[in-house]
């Protein structure tokens, strides 16, 4: 059974810093790129960052890029996702999902390139 278990969102204030984490299991993780992507309420679903399946690609989504840090772990099979310098802007849940790619070494942060998807965390960031 495929599962994605997305954890670490939490509140915090302008200015902190998070590390969300993503534990897989059921697949092999090796062969797949992992993204996370968030969802503000009443707005779509958006590509945060991906890393692919032997961090040959990483992406991160322009409102992100320095302060966001995508990384993982084969042997944890977990992908984490460092979050710095949060704003307001952040608040979100939060959802890793993962693909297999075995013929690329790429990514994408397109939520439709995803086969599997975990339940997401909330990351709220207000004073």
């Known amino acids: 059974q495929v599962q994605l278990v997305a954890s670490g969102g939490r509140l915090v204030e302008p200015g902190d810093s998070l590390t969300l984490s993503c534990v897989a299991s059921?697949?092999?993780?090796?062969?797949?790129?992992i993204g996370w992507f968030r969802q503000a309420p009443g707005k779509e679903r958006e590509g945060v960052s991906c890393?692919?399946?032997?961090?040959?690609?990483?992406y991160y989504a322009d409102s992100v890029k320095g302060r966001f840090t995508i990384s993982r772990d084969n042997a944890k099979k977990t992908v984490y996702l460092q979050l710095n310098s949060l704003q307001p802007e952040d608040t979100a849940l939060y959802y890793c999902?993962?693909?297999?790619?075995?013929?690329?070494?790429?990514?994408?942060?397109?939520?439709?390139?995803?086969?599997?998807w975990g339940q997401g965390t909330q990351v709220v960031v207000s004073r």
């Open positions: 999902a993962a693909v297999r790619t075995i013929l690329t070494v790429s990514c994408s942060t397109s939520p439709a390139s995803y086969a599997y």
């Open positions: 059921g697949f092999t993780f090796k062969d797949h790129a």
């Open positions: 890393i692919s399946r032997r961090d040959g690609d990483i």
